[in-house]
């Protein structure tokens, strides 16, 4: 009886300690290994005309996280998150769309974080694509890249998306199957950046996913914003200085080292000031950028096909 009663003693303190240390056991360095060479970045930008003029943006859904997996000690309990299409917009009309959102079946697949969904945006956003001229994605995730894996128009969008091979091969971890259409196209392959378009670059960040990247544009007026995507959740991380909990890189898949180094990165991006932040779920900032117009809460389209 006793033994017994022993064993389970040990068990429960097992669970509380993992618990704990899956929580609130903190992974940030003091200083980042993370490749992201801004001025390399801007050196292979120097010679662009015609940048971005505006970014658009649209919310398709809206939800919570838990704040266990935001953060290490798990913050304020929960936090506000949006899921919006990104639109860099250039003056002679031309587009490129950034993490085209998922539809509604998607969204109540994935109901325990998604919480509203608004058709008629999402419905926009599969004209933008239409339109666009590129379709690129910050990772292979349903609310980044579930706008093209389900798209009706996928066979006319084909040619303008742009994945990375790691984005194409890791449907299965994502949970999402890729039409054969999707896995059939020619995915970029790179090291660390590349040149996607006048003012925008790709920046390698396997971390929260294999195929994870950063998108660092600058803008016509000087202006320079890096899509982190789901780097970090919410600015938390960056303003408490705190990583992701080990919980989240678990129950993610994330590799949980190299998303601390980034956030590290981030950090000291965000503290020296020149460029934005752009986190991809964070309502505050979000909301912010558009206050300072940065960011329109719209995006554009042309009225008819
Ligand atoms: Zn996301």
């Known amino acids: 009886m006793k033994k017994a009663a022993l064993a389970v003693s040990i068990i429960i303190i097992s669970i509380a300690l993992t618990a704990f240390v ?23 930008l120097r010679n662009d005309t015609d940048l971005p003029i505006g970014i658009g943006s649209l919310s398709v859904a809206s939800g919570e996280f838990p704040g266990c997996l935001v953060v290490t000690g798990c913050g304020e309990g929960s936090y506000a998150l949006d899921v919006r299409a990104f639109q860099l917009q250039y003056a002679n009309g031309d587009n490129i769309l950034i993490d085209p959102p998922h539809d509604k ?50 066979p006319k969008l084909a040619e303008k998306i742009v994945i990375n091979t790691a ?40 971390g929260h996913t294999p195929g994870a990247q950063m998108i660092f544009a600058r803008m016509a007026n000087g202006e320079e914003v890096l899509f982190a995507g789901d780097t970090a959740w919410n600015k ?35 503290e020296k000031g020149d ?8 309502v505050d900032w979000l909301q912010a950028y558009e206050q300072r117009g940065l960011l329109q809460p719209d995006i554009r389209l042309e009225e008819s096909e």
């Open 22 to 44: 899956a929580t609130h056991y903190d992974q940030l360095p003091e200083q980042s290994n993370f490749a992201l060479d801004l001025e390399h970045v801007r050196k292979l």
């Open 105 to 154: 079946a998607l969204n109540d697949a994935n109901a325990i974080l998604m919480k509203r969904f608004n058709q008629a945006a999402y419905d926009r956003v599969q004209q933008a694509m239409l339109q666009a001229q590129k379709i690129v994605f910050t990772h292979e995730h349903f609310d980044h890249i579930g706008g093209v894996v389900k798209s009706p128009n996928l």
């Open 167 to 206: 984005q194409q091969t890791n449907a299965e971890q994502a949970n999402l199957r890729y039409p054969k259409i999707l896995r059939d196209i020619k995915a970029i392959d790179y090291d660390t950046y590349y040149h996607l378009a006048p003012g925008v670059v790709l920046i390698k960040a396997t």
């Open 236 to 270: 938390v991380n960056i303003l408490e200085q705190k990583s992701k909990p080990l919980l989240a890189n678990w129950a993610a898949g994330e590799d949980g080292v190299a998303l601390a180094h980034q956030i590290r990165s981030l950090i000291d991006i965000y």
């Open 275 to 282: 460029v934005t932040v752009l986190l991809a779920h964070d």
